[in-house]
């Protein structure tokens, strides 16, 4: 049986029935971060309280159970994203950490000196900056695709870009200003027949899409175990066994290594032993696997529907408040994304104005400054959704924007922008 969202999963979330000013939390932020069920802070004090030990040193059982438990946990993830092995999954500390890891190690063997990199016009800071450093550093060229109507990338825009000098791809899967979705599997077609791995930044589509690296047919792909109703702290990086295989390790010291003796050589260990240096964070990919099975166990069905249904019904109410427009084109495939500006007011006082009603929502640029300066705005409103949340809720925010007034934002730096 599908599960009934919202009704069906409030009670999961304990923090949904905390106060706030003794105001019922209203979060529509949930692309900067998610609350956490009950079952994934239950698998964390679980593991603390029967588990805790550190991994591959201690020749005792405990350390050998907190083994157990972390590949257990990787072995979730490689289930939960349809890769083929479990050495192909890489714990890191989130999607940031992720591209970091893909730009310093696999960039820099593969990128050199009048070499270009592909990128969209809508990358986040964190799949943006990597490659932008990546290239400055090896005297290559980043080359932005432009966003399309909708806002997408089409597979044609973005096959232009490519030439024989193109070397890597990095594009986002789901947009974190407008839920729009871009054609990843038709982008890596373009990018393999130009004999060109890419690089997917998944941490808007991992909570709201089932995600099958293998039919997407990316080479590597990220996510944040945050958005995902998993712990902070904690992410994942997918990459292909053999592209991973022939790469540099990335942090050095402890767990890397096969061998090493003062001055010999360096044997590092192979995938993904040499990417986790130093202690891993066993708690976070316990609890990341623990959200993952909550989340699949809600029913991709049930969380699309409403994922679906709440985009849907977003776009209408905003639709009928004056000076009220909806950015790109959200309803098409959502994504629990609905990003939007009022005429005349500063999207931060929008967001202020939201908060004195008791709703939390982002205003600005989303860490993706250039999007909005292409799309001629300073910023807009994001509203983002969870499997916890209901049209109440919207109800609330369109009911309020009715009311709202410029603010000293508006009056003082009507021009100013935020990230
Ligand atoms: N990419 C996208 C599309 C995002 O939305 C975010 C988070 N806002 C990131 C990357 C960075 O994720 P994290 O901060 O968890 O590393």
Redesign the pocket.
């Not at 500390?93 to 591209?99: F, H, L, S, Y």
């Given at each position: 049986h599908p599960a009934r969202l919202p009704e069906a999963v409030r009670a999961d979330f304990p923090i949904l029935s905390a106060r706030f000013d003794g105001n019922p939390l209203v979060y529509l932020d949930n692309?900067?971060t998610t609350h956490k069920p009950r079952a994934v802070l239950d698998a964390i004090v679980d593991y603390y309280s029967t588990v805790n030990g550190n991994v591959g040193r201690g020749h005792y059982a405990l350390s050998r159970a907190a083994a157990d438990r972390y590949d257990r946990a990787r072995e979730a993830v490689r289930r939960a994203i349809g890769a083929a092995h479990a050495d192909e999954i890489v714990f890191c500390?989130?999607?940031?950490?992720?591209?970091n890891l893909v730009a310093g190690t696999f960039g820099r063997r593969v990128v050199g000196r009048g070499d270009q990199v592909v990128v969209t016009g809508m990358?986040?800071n964190?799949?943006l900056l990597p490659w932008r450093r990546l290239c400055e550093e090896a005297g290559a060229e980043l080359v932005v695709v432009p966003v399309g109507a909708h806002g997408r990338v089409s597979r044609e825009d973005f096959s232009a870009a490519f030439g024989p000098r193109v070397r890597l791809a990095a594009v986002?899967h789901?947009?974190?200003v407008l839920g729009t979705v871009n054609p990843v599997r038709a982008l890596a077609g373009v990018a393999h027949r130009n004999g060109v791995p890419i690089v997917v930044?998944g941490?808007?589509a991992v909570p709201h899409r089932p995600v099958d690296v293998r039919e997407l047919d990316a080479d590597f792909y990220?996510f944040?175990g945050?958005?995902v109703y998993g712990p902070m702290g904690v992410?994942v990086l997918y990459g292909r066994r053999d592209l991973l295989a022939d790469t540099a390790p990335y942090q050095v010291g402890g767990g890397t290594v096969k061998g090493v003796t003062r001055t010999g050589p360096v044997r590092y260990l192979p995938a993904p032993g040499r990417f986790e240096a130093g202690t891993p964070n066993i708690e976070g990919a316990v609890g990341l696997a623990a959200a993952l099975r909550y989340l699949h166990g809600l029913g991709w069905d049930a969380v699309r529907r409403h994922d679906r249904a709440l985009v849907r019904y977003a776009v209408a109410a905003l639709g009928e408040i004056d000076r009220v427009r909806v950015v790109g084109d959200p309803g098409a495939d959502p994504s629990g994304i609905v990003s939007f500006v009022v005429d005349g007011v500063h999207p931060y006082d929008v967001g202020g104005h939201l908060d004195a009603h008791g709703v939390a929502v982002r205003g600005g640029v989303?860490?993706a400054a250039d999007l909005l300066d292409d799309l001629g705005l300073l910023g807009t409103v994001r509203m983002s959704f969870a499997v916890y949340n209901s049209e109440d809720e919207v109800d609330l925010v369109a009911g309020a924007l009715r009311t709202v007034r410029p603010g000293t934002w508006t009056r003082e730096r009507p021009t100013a922008r935020f990230l």
């Open positions: 692309a900067a500390r989130g999607t940031t950490d992720a591209v990358e986040h964190s799949n986002a789901v947009s974190n930044d941490a808007q990220c944040s945050h958005k992410g989303h860490c």
